[in-house]
Protein backbone atom coordinates (compact mmCIF):
# COMPACT_ATOMS: atom_id res chain seq x y z
CA UNK A 1 0.00 0.00 0.00
CA UNK A 2 2.61 2.94 -1.66
CA UNK A 3 -0.17 5.76 -1.30
CA UNK A 4 -1.36 4.84 1.98
CA UNK A 5 2.17 5.03 3.33
CA UNK A 6 2.44 8.66 0.79
CA UNK A 7 -0.93 9.76 2.48
CA UNK A 8 0.81 9.06 6.20
CA UNK A 9 4.12 10.54 5.80
CA UNK A 10 2.05 13.74 4.35
CA UNK A 11 0.13 14.07 7.30
CA UNK A 12 2.90 13.49 9.94
CA UNK A 13 4.79 16.69 7.70
CA UNK A 14 1.93 18.41 8.12
CA UNK A 15 1.84 18.00 11.80
CA UNK A 16 4.96 18.87 12.47
CA UNK A 17 4.78 21.81 10.66
CA UNK A 18 1.72 22.63 12.59
CA UNK A 19 3.46 22.05 15.81
CA UNK A 20 6.45 24.42 14.82
CA UNK A 21 4.09 27.34 14.03
CA UNK A 22 1.80 26.96 17.15
CA UNK A 23 5.02 27.22 18.77
CA UNK A 24 6.67 30.16 17.17
CA UNK A 25 3.39 32.27 17.70
CA UNK A 26 3.77 31.52 21.51
CA UNK A 27 7.04 32.63 21.42
CA UNK A 28 6.20 35.41 19.68
CA UNK A 29 3.33 36.24 22.40
CA UNK A 30 5.92 35.70 25.53
CA UNK A 31 8.81 37.89 23.87
CA UNK A 32 6.50 40.73 24.82
CA UNK A 33 9.39 43.61 26.24
CA UNK A 34 12.23 44.45 24.72
CA UNK A 35 15.66 46.27 26.12
CA UNK A 36 17.47 49.09 24.49
CA UNK A 37 20.55 50.22 25.11
CA UNK A 38 21.05 53.91 23.91
CA UNK A 39 24.23 56.06 24.30
CA UNK A 40 23.43 59.30 25.65
CA UNK A 41 24.56 62.56 27.08
CA UNK A 42 23.67 62.63 30.70
CA UNK A 43 26.18 63.90 33.06
CA UNK A 44 25.00 63.97 36.32
CA UNK A 45 22.56 62.71 39.14
CA UNK A 46 20.21 65.47 38.27
CA UNK A 47 20.05 63.94 34.48
CA UNK A 48 19.70 61.01 35.87
CA UNK A 49 16.45 61.58 37.79
CA UNK A 50 15.23 63.83 34.96
CA UNK A 51 15.60 60.86 32.18
CA UNK A 52 14.33 59.02 34.17
CA UNK A 53 11.08 60.13 35.16
CA UNK A 54 10.26 62.23 31.97
CA UNK A 55 10.42 58.06 30.58
CA UNK A 56 8.25 56.33 32.70
CA UNK A 57 5.73 58.48 31.29
CA UNK A 58 6.28 57.46 27.92
CA UNK A 59 3.90 55.01 26.47
CA UNK A 60 5.43 51.48 26.59
CA UNK A 61 8.23 51.85 28.84
CA UNK A 62 8.66 49.40 31.26
CA UNK A 63 11.71 49.96 32.94
CA UNK A 64 14.51 53.00 32.71
CA UNK A 65 18.16 52.62 33.69
CA UNK A 66 20.52 55.38 33.84
CA UNK A 67 24.22 54.33 33.96
CA UNK A 68 26.21 57.20 34.14
CA UNK A 69 29.69 56.12 33.90
CA UNK A 70 29.19 55.00 30.11
CA UNK A 71 26.40 57.56 29.58
CA UNK A 72 24.12 54.88 28.17
CA UNK A 73 20.40 54.28 29.09
CA UNK A 74 18.85 50.78 29.43
CA UNK A 75 14.72 50.86 28.08
CA UNK A 76 12.81 48.02 28.88
CA UNK A 77 9.89 48.34 26.50
CA UNK A 78 6.81 46.80 24.72
CA UNK A 79 7.12 45.94 21.92
CA UNK A 80 3.22 45.86 21.27
CA UNK A 81 3.08 49.85 22.40
CA UNK A 82 6.50 51.33 21.09
CA UNK A 83 9.96 51.19 19.51
CA UNK A 84 13.35 52.36 20.15
CA UNK A 85 13.19 54.96 17.73
CA UNK A 86 10.04 56.32 19.25
CA UNK A 87 12.22 56.17 22.59
CA UNK A 88 15.25 57.67 21.01
CA UNK A 89 12.89 60.86 20.27
CA UNK A 90 11.37 61.11 23.30
CA UNK A 91 15.06 61.06 24.67
CA UNK A 92 16.00 63.62 22.42
CA UNK A 93 12.67 66.02 23.49
CA UNK A 94 14.04 65.54 27.21
CA UNK A 95 17.07 67.08 26.03
CA UNK A 96 19.58 64.82 25.49
CA UNK A 97 21.31 62.96 22.89
CA UNK A 98 20.31 59.62 21.82
CA UNK A 99 22.72 57.44 19.82
CA UNK A 100 22.82 59.26 16.19
CA UNK A 101 19.76 61.36 17.09
CA UNK A 102 20.78 64.47 18.68
CA UNK A 103 19.17 66.63 21.51
CA UNK A 104 16.04 69.12 20.41
CA UNK A 105 17.82 72.60 21.06
CA UNK A 106 14.65 73.84 22.86
CA UNK A 107 14.89 71.15 25.27
CA UNK A 108 18.86 71.36 25.95
CA UNK A 109 18.31 75.10 26.67
CA UNK A 110 16.15 74.48 29.32
CA UNK A 111 18.29 72.33 30.64
CA UNK A 112 20.01 73.75 33.96
CA UNK A 113 24.05 74.53 32.74
CA UNK A 114 25.32 72.15 34.57
CA UNK A 115 23.19 69.13 32.98
CA UNK A 116 24.55 70.50 29.28
CA UNK A 117 26.72 68.09 27.53
CA UNK A 118 29.71 70.53 27.29
CA UNK A 119 29.59 71.27 30.79
CA UNK A 120 32.49 70.25 33.17
CA UNK A 121 32.21 67.06 34.83
CA UNK A 122 30.64 68.03 38.73
CU1 LIG B 1 22.63 66.81 35.08
Same mark, same amino acid.
Given at each position: ???????????????????????????? @? +?? *? /????? &? =??????????????????????????????????????? @? +?? *? /????? &? =???????????????????????????????????
Amino acid at each position: MKTQRIKLSAMLLMTAALIFSVNLLAQE @K +TK *K /TETAE &I =KSSVVCGMCEERVTKELAFEKGVTDVKVNLETKVITVTY @K +TS *K /TDKET &I =KKAITKIGYDADDLLADDAAYEKLPACCKKDAAPH
